[in-house]
């Protein structure tokens, strides 16, 4: 079964810092994977896939997405981090498979201090 | 850009009463997925649809129903409101594709008292 563990469920930075968001799968093949962004009272954003190919994703927002196979990790950076990208993050792991099942993060929150 | 709408964004109830959630999509997508969300807690899947006169039951036992009569709406319903249903509900639709990326409403908050 395919899983996904965010292990920071809280995170806070100073704007202008640099910013990791972790982000561990568990998956028997090649997997999809995704980074989500929910703002308080609203539906999930999608910022980020990986399906093949360049391992490293660029996204909006200056983020950037690292898929790593032998860590089976999908770590979401950004050089410097500003007050608007407060928010919470999902990272999530998608089957090729005919149900095509996304399973999703507990979610890590972001707060940022001016 | 996707365009999911749910409707009411934000809903009290008292117990016992009958409610529907709405969903809609004007992208065309097969797929629908209803999630229920609490504070702190991965999303949960409680019901998908394959397309119309398909629905399935999720990771999450619900007590909820759906239906798909149509491909563009994929409504949810309680036929009798608890206040353990009181959660956030996510609704999401995807192409039948070999991607399984998701498009998701801003979802309904429900408080049941």
């Known amino acids: 079964a395919q899983s996904v563990t965010q292990p920071d469920i809280h995170i806070t930075v100073s704007e202008g810092a640099s910013l990791e968001l972790r982000c561990n799968y568990s998956?028997?093949?090649?997997?999809?994977l995704f980074w989500y962004v929910q703002s308080p009272g609203q539906g999930l954003q999608l910022l980020l896939k990986?399906?093949?190919?360049?391992?490293l994703v660029q996204g909006i927002k200056g983020f950037e997405a690292e898929f790593k196979r032998s860590q089976s990790s999908f770590n979401r950076r950004k050089p410097s981090v500003h007050w608007s990208d407060a928010a919470e993050y999902f990272c999530?792991?998608?089957?090729?498979?005919?149900?095509?099942?996304?399973?999703f993060g507990t979610g890590t929150k972001l707060q940022v201090i001016p | 850009e996707a365009d999911i709408y749910q409707t009411p964004r934000y809903l009290v109830i008292g117990t016992g009463k009958k409610i529907t959630l709405e969903c809609s999509q004007t992208?065309?997508?097969?797929?629908m997925y209803w999630y229920q969300q609490d504070p702190g807690m991965e999303l949960h899947l409680i019901h998908y649809s394959y397309g119309v006169n398909s629905t399935e039951k999720g990771d999450l036992s619900s007590e909820s129903t759906v239906s798909r009569i149509r491909t563009e709406h994929f409504p949810l319903t309680l036929e009798s409101a608890r206040p353990s249903h009181t959660s956030q509900y996510l609704c999401?639709?995807?192409?039948?594709?070999?991607?399984?990326?998701?498009?998701f409403g801003p979802g309904t908050r429900l408080t049941v008292t």
């Open positions: 990986y399906f093949s190919g360049d391992t």
């Open positions: 992208m065309g997508h097969d797929k």
């Open positions: 999401a639709s995807s192409e039948l594709s070999l991607t399984p990326q998701q498009y």
């Open positions: 998956y028997g093949a090649t997997p999809y």
């Open positions: 999530a792991v998608g089957d090729s498979g005919g149900y095509q099942k996304v399973t």
